[in-house]
């Protein structure tokens, strides 16, 4: 809460001279952080991003990123991160941090060859990110093809329906946070529409303001209107609207998949599914499913036409997909989903692994309580990056990709897998050797997985 107050403190009196003073205390923190990773033994590169690279700092609202390229052995990492703990809890979260944003060299053309989402911002990096401290590392990547800069601009979608989901449906003090709501509106449709540009016409723009001119519709109007009020009051209606417009970006993009692909189909794929039975009926017989269901019945009626629940290889061993069918003509609202939410929180306050929901959408399964920042990578479920998913619900076509490639069998160097338990692995292992065939097997029920101990 007293985040919340300082926050609107902030924002509220930003204006001069004391807008010059805040903006001089961010430009001191950046110093600071600046001169704290350069001591730091093994930096290679400082990289200062993001909205604050290019001098748009809005204070109470604007974060400080920053991305670290370190040498090459494991102790080289530890100071870097160690750091950017401390200034993370010093400056209450400012300054972000996480331990992917430390990396070394061979990381980051790692990620550029096969992560479409780090790749658009190793993009943005290059002509966007300030080299604060080093030598630069993003100089030397290859020149991005036009089938990378479709699954790039593909991958960064993904990040902002996270982004979006995550703060206004999971986190408590979002409710309370009318700030910080208008704050990821406005970045989540810029940043979108700007990647929408970036698929049509291969130029990059990462200005958010120009985005929102550039589009000129009643959302981006509407949009720029409240990021000039300093304190604009809590806005329900346009939140609404910003969800909807998501949902109908990503289904209008993946309509064009079949006929200009934007990942690398591998062609002549065979894949089966072996389903988590009887597992799957055991848990739909628990409590907290069957109120689930009730509510689905009762609060949306004909917004829900069906309810699964399923197990992935994009997710660990133990995790529950329950996936909530509806149409584009019947979506839940965005307070439906929030109350659905609430009520997941307190079915599941006491028993763990709680299961991830998600809305399908025709051919799209949309998260709506990802794991950070998992789903980063994972993103919305297509055919095309969750086929197991698709093969359990009965669609076709479903594809073999570059994304299910890079993220199921090259588990051992991908860093998405770091805490897979043994059994998870012989399970990755199975589909690595079955791809290898040509014909993908996904052992996900607890007979099968058995079945692959030694």
């Not at 033994?41 to 990123?65: M, N």
């Not at 799957?280 to 917004?303: D, N, V, Y």
């Not at 036409?305 to 839940?332: E, F, M, N």
């Not at 990755?428 to 101990?453: D, F, K, N, Q, T």
Request: hydrophobic residues 40%.
């Amino acid at each position: 809460m007293w985040k919340v107050r300082l926050r609107s403190l902030l924002v509220w009196s930003s204006v001069p001279p004391l807008l010059a003073f805040y903006r001089l205390l961010y430009r001191l923190a950046i110093w600071i952080s600046v001169m704290l990773f350069r001591h730091c033994k093994g930096i290679v590169a400082v990289y200062l991003c993001r909205g604050c690279a290019k001098g748009e700092i809005t204070p109470g609202v604007s974060d400080i990123d920053f991305i670290l390229i370190v040498g090459p052995e494991p102790k080289d990492r530890r100071p870097a991160e160690k750091t950017f703990l401390f200034l993370r809890r010093v400056s209450c979260g400012l300054i972000q941090g996480h331990p992917t944003f430390v990396q070394t060299e061979q990381d980051v053309l790692y990620r550029w060859t096969n992560s479409p989402h780090w790749r658009y911002r190793y993009q943005e990096g290059k002509s966007n990110w300030s080299l604060r401290y080093g030598r630069d590392v993003l100089s030397t990547l290859p020149a991005i093809t036009p089938m990378e800069r479709r699954a790039s601009c593909f991958g960064e979608m993904h990040y902002w329906w996270m982004q979006f989901c995550d703060f206004m449906l999971q986190h408590a003090h979002g409710r309370e946070d009318a700030i910080s709501r208008h704050s990821i509106c406005y970045k989540t449709v810029s940043e979108v529409l700007n990647v929408l540009h970036a698929m049509r016409t291969g130029e990059f723009c990462y200005s958010r303001s120009q985005a929102l001119r550039r589009e000129d519709s009643p959302l981006c109007r509407r949009l720029l209107q409240a990021h000039t009020l300093r304190l604009a009051p809590p806005d329900p209606a346009l939140e609404e609207d910003v969800y909807r417009f998501l949902i109908a970006a990503f289904v209008d993009l993946w309509s064009t998949f079949p006929r200009e692909p934007f990942l690398v189909v591998y062609p002549g794929v065979e894949q089966v599914v072996e389903p988590a039975e009887p597992e799957g009926g055991l848990e739909k017989a628990q409590p907290p499913f069957r109120e689930i269901e009730r509510h689905l019945l009762h609060a949306w009626g004909g917004k829900c036409r069906g309810l699964h629940l399923l197990k992935s290889a994009s997710y660990q061993l133990q995790d529950w997909l329950l996936v909530i069918d509806t149409a584009p003509g019947s979506l839940p609202a965005l307070a439906d989903l929030e109350r659905l939410v609430a009520l997941r929180a307190s079915l599941y306050s006491r028993q763990t692994p709680v299961p991830y929901f998600f809305l399908r959408v025709g051919q799209l399964v949309f998260p709506f309580t990802p794991a950070i920042p998992a789903d980063f990578i994972r993103g919305v479920l297509t055919p095309a990056t969750a086929p197991d998913v698709f093969l359990q619900l009965g669609e076709a076509p479903v594809y073999w990709t570059s994304h299910t490639k890079w993220y199921l069998t090259d588990w051992q160097r991908n860093r998405q897998w770091l805490t897979a338990l043994p059994l998870k692995q012989l399970q990755l292992e199975a589909i690595a050797r079955s791809a290898e065939a040509g014909h993908v097997r996904y052992p996900l029920g607890l007979a099968s997985l058995e079945g692959l101990r030694p």
